[in-house]
Nanobody, 119 residues
Framework: QVQLVESGGGSVQAGGSLRLSCVASAYRACMGWFRQAPGKEREGVPIAYTTSGTTYYADSVKGRFTISRDNTKSTVYLQMNSLKPEDTAIYYC???????????????WGQGTQVTVSS
């Protein structure tokens, strides 16, 4: 079992930035982020993930969010810039073995961290 612990969420005004962090208790090849907007189910498509130096971004965040990881610390980061009110959501860190060019099927999930963007 892998434990994932997120941090870095909070409230920010539109146009601002936040940096999320997720520490894993063990290394997994694929790590990324999903989100759940208020009143909606968690999106089945990741907003960003990374594996073997490759990164993937959903169109909704491309150019604004940057995912990176430090394997020495088993940590993945999500730098979020130019935040919009529609980015308001609970952000979940995820990890697993199965991912590729356009898919990511996590085996493990964090507890989530709230991001609120006000206009």
């Amino acid at each position: 079992q892998v434990q994932l612990v997120e941090s870095g969420g909070g409230s920010v005004q539109a146009g601002g930035s936040l940096r999320l962090s997720c520490v894993a208790s063990a290394y997994r090849a694929c790590m990324g982020w999903f989100r759940q907007a208020p009143g909606k189910e968690r999106e089945g498509v990741p907003i960003a993930y990374t594996t073997s130096g490759t990164t993937y971004y959903a169109d909704s965040v491309k150019g604004r969010f940057t995912i990176s990881r430090d394997n020495t610390k088993s940590t993945v980061y999500l730098q979020m810039n130019s935040l919009k009110p529609e980015d308001t959501a609970i952000y979940y860190c995820a990890a697993g073995f199965t991912c590729g060019t356009s898919f990511f099927r996590p085996n493990y999930w964090g507890q989530g961290t709230q991001v609120t963007v006000s206009s």
